[in-house]
């Protein structure tokens, strides 16, 4: 499965980003699907995950309410809609896939794809 972020952008704190990331490979529909950044200095930490059919979803405490992610399997994409940026969620954002059942939803190590990552500057 080979991953491609875009989506990324600069906008104002309360602004509004639709991340995207297709994949190539013909079992894309049986993985989950993940969402990380990294912020400068940090480690790369979980945003969100959502499971093969789209029943499951899971969010870091601090997007709940805000993000969004989505999949739609026959366009093998995955979303993440982000709604009322806040500064501290500037960061690289990177998709990630890995097989089901995931190991751990948060954990980084249970994903075997990553894509490339995507720049979210929020400006306060």
């Known amino acids: 499965v080979q991953l491609q972020a875009s989506g990324g952008g600069l906008v104002q704190a309360g602004g509004s980003l639709r991340l995207s990331c297709s994949a190539s490979g013909r079992t894309f529909s049986t993985y989950a699907l993940g969402w990380f950044r990294q912020a400068p200095g940090k480690e790369r930490e979980f945003v969100a995950s959502?499971?093969?059919?789209?029943?499951?979803?899971y969010y870091r405490d601090s997007v709940k309410g805000r993000f969004a992610i989505s999949r739609d399997n026959a366009k093998n994409t995955v979303y993440l809609q982000m709604n009322s940026l806040k500064p501290e969620d500037t960061a690289v954002y990177y998709c990630?896939?890995?097989?089901?059942?995931?190991?751990?939803?948060?954990?980084?190590?249970?994903?075997?794809?990553w894509g490339q990552g995507t720049q979210v500057t929020v400006s306060s």
């Open positions: 990630a896939a890995g097989p089901t059942p995931l190991g751990s939803t948060s954990s980084p190590r249970s994903y075997d794809y």
């Open positions: 959502i499971s093969w059919s789209g029943g499951s979803t």
